[in-house]
């Protein structure tokens, strides 16, 4: 009795056909990571000159949160005329962050970050916010 190759064999045809829905994935995902970004996702790109809010809703010391364009931010002011924003959008598991006296915080699991840098300075996450540079002109926050 003569063994059977069990080995499957694609033609040609076949090869560049799953190659084809290969590539479609990988672009399905990149294109996922993107439209969670402009949703309000970990990060994303904000073009210039977009208005976020005004400066005098921002307490010194403090922060406040703002959506623009569906991107959520945190805005801080550690000293007055000082302004940073960031992404709300925790890099440990996605809650929204929110500052108060002086350090960002999550309410889901108790990380922390940099008021002014973003940077992680406790609990479980393990990335920086996402920056956001700013400018004020007559007292309104705008993206830079
Ligand atoms: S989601 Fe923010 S600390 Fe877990």
């Not at 925790?90 to 006296?101: A, L, N, P, Q, Y």
């Not at 002086?102 to 916010?129: R, S, Y």
């Amino acid at each position: 009795m003569a063994a059977r190759n069990l080995t499957p064999r694609f033609t040609r045809r076949e090869v560049i056909g799953l190659s084809a829905v290969g590539a479609a994935g990988v672009a399905i995902a990149l294109t996922g990571c993107s439209t969670e970004a402009q949703a309000g996702g970990a990060g994303g790109v904000l073009k210039s000159g977009l208005e976020i809010g005004p400066l005098s809703d921002v307490p010194v010391g403090g922060g406040r949160n703002f959506e623009v364009q569906g991107t959520k931010l945190v805005v801080t002011q550690p000293s007055e005329g000082e302004v940073h924003a960031f992404s709300a959008i925790c890099t440990h598991e996605g809650c929204v962050v929110g500052c108060r006296d002086k350090i960002i915080k999550c309410d889901c699991h108790q990380a922390t970050f940099d008021n002014t840098t973003g940077e992680v300075t406790g609990g479980p996450a393990d990335g920086a916010l996402q920056n956001y540079p700013v400018v004020v002109t007559d007292g309104v926050i705008y993206t830079a």
